[in-house]
Each structure stands twice: as structure tokens, then as C-alpha cells.
């Protein structure tokens, strides 16, 4: 169907790599020319190794996820001619350990938050039966098998 280009660059630069003194500091960039500043996650890597203003992929995963759901949802208030004003999402996800030294993200709460025009608002059933459709339609829901739970404000 299509494929989505990242590149990432990383240099360790005069670092004493093998005693794990190294920047784990990096650089993605998109197909479209979005730059991100990315690191490992101060939460795995302290500093000076990481860097907390950084982007982790911890929470770039939780980001992704999140924004997948919007879009899909977005789309579909749209088709059923509803009109959303805002949108926002307080997402997280909590990291667990499944066996002993492999952790995966375990579980993502979605807590959207959707605000629409008075005149083309969705009703309590309605706004839930579209997050319903946006998370079965959202190809990074489908990707993992991480549970995520939506409570939508």
C-alpha cells in the first residue's frame, strides 16, 4: 500500500563508547523534512547519557498511537457531519517488565478530549461510537499488541 520513510543519525564523537560514557542524543528525520531531536528516555538512560528535552521513543510510541487515533477520528466526526473544534489528548503509557530484563509498553490510555460546534455536536453514544470505529480503524492500534484503553473526557 505505501511505505513511511525515518532516518536516524547518530555519531559518537570522542565518547569512551565501551564503558557506556556515550550521547545517547540522536537525530530523525522525515520524508517530508521534519527534523526531531531524540534520545533515550532519562526514565532508562540517566543523564548525562540522555537528554530529557529530547524526544524518547517511549513516548514518540504513546505520541504516534495517539495522533493515529485523532486523525481516524477526526475523519470519521467529518464523514458523519459532525464539526470538531478541538481536540486534545492526554495520553500515557506505562512500561512494565514481562519477563525478567525485557520491558515492553504494556498499556496506553487514550483521554481524548473533543470539543465540537454546538449546532454539529455529537451526542454522549455518538462521540463514544466514534472513538470506537477511529481505534478499529487506526492502523497503529492494529500494529501492536499493546492494550489501549480510550476514556474519553
Same mark, same amino acid.
Given at each position: 500500500?505505501?511505505?513511511?520513510?525515518?532516518?536516524?543519525?547518530?555519531?559518537?564523537?570522542?565518547?569512551?563508547?565501551?564503558?557506556?560514557?556515550?550521547?545517547?542524543?540522536?537525530?530523525?528525520?522525515?520524508?517530508?523534512?521534519?527534523?526531531?531531536? !531524540? =534520545? /533515550?528516555?532519562?526514565?532508562? %538512560?540517566?543523564?548525562?547519557?540522555?537528554? +530529557?528535552?529530547?524526544?524518547?521513543? $517511549?513516548? #514518540?510510541?504513546?505520541?504516534?498511537?495517539?495522533?493515529?487515533?485523532?486523525?481516524?477520528?477526526?475523519?470519521? !466526526? =467529518? /464523514?458523519?457531519?459532525?464539526? %470538531?473544534?478541538?481536540?486534545?489528548?492526554? +495520553?500515557?503509557?506505562?512500561?512494565? $517488565?514481562? #519477563?525478567?530484563?525485557?520491558?515492553?509498553?504494556?498499556?496506553?490510555?487514550?483521554?481524548?478530549?473533543?470539543?465540537?460546534?454546538?449546532?454539529?455536536?455529537?451526542?454522549?453514544?455518538?462521540?463514544?461510537?466514534?472513538?470506537?470505529?477511529?481505534? $478499529?480503524?487506526?492502523?497503529?492500534?492494529?500494529?501492536?499488541?499493546?492494550?489501549?484503553?480510550?476514556?474519553?473526557?
Amino acid at each position: 500500500m505505501s511505505e513511511h520513510l525515518a532516518s536516524i543519525h547518530w555519531r559518537r564523537g570522542t565518547a569512551a563508547f565501551g564503558k557506556g560514557h556515550y550521547a545517547r542524543t540522536h537525530v530523525w528525520h522525515f520524508d517530508g523534512g521534519a527534523t526531531v531531536h !531524540a =534520545s /533515550a528516555s532519562p526514565d532508562i %538512560v540517566p543523564a548525562p547519557w540522555s537528554d +530529557a528535552a529530547a524526544v524518547d521513543p $517511549e513516548e #514518540a510510541f504513546v505520541a504516534a498511537l495517539a495522533s493515529c487515533h485523532m486523525l481516524w477520528f477526526l475523519a470519521l !466526526a =467529518s /464523514a458523519k457531519g459532525f464539526v %470538531v473544534d478541538s481536540y486534545e489528548d492526554e +495520553a500515557v503509557g506505562m512500561m512494565r $517488565e514481562i #519477563a525478567p530484563g525485557k520491558s515492553m509498553i504494556a498499556e496506553i490510555v487514550l483521554r481524548p478530549h473533543a470539543t465540537f460546534d454546538p449546532a454539529h455536536a455529537a451526542t454522549r453514544e455518538q462521540l463514544d461510537a466514534l472513538h470506537h470505529a477511529a481505534h $478499529e480503524r487506526c492502523f497503529l492500534a492494529n500494529s501492536v499488541k499493546t492494550k489501549i484503553r480510550i476514556q474519553a473526557r
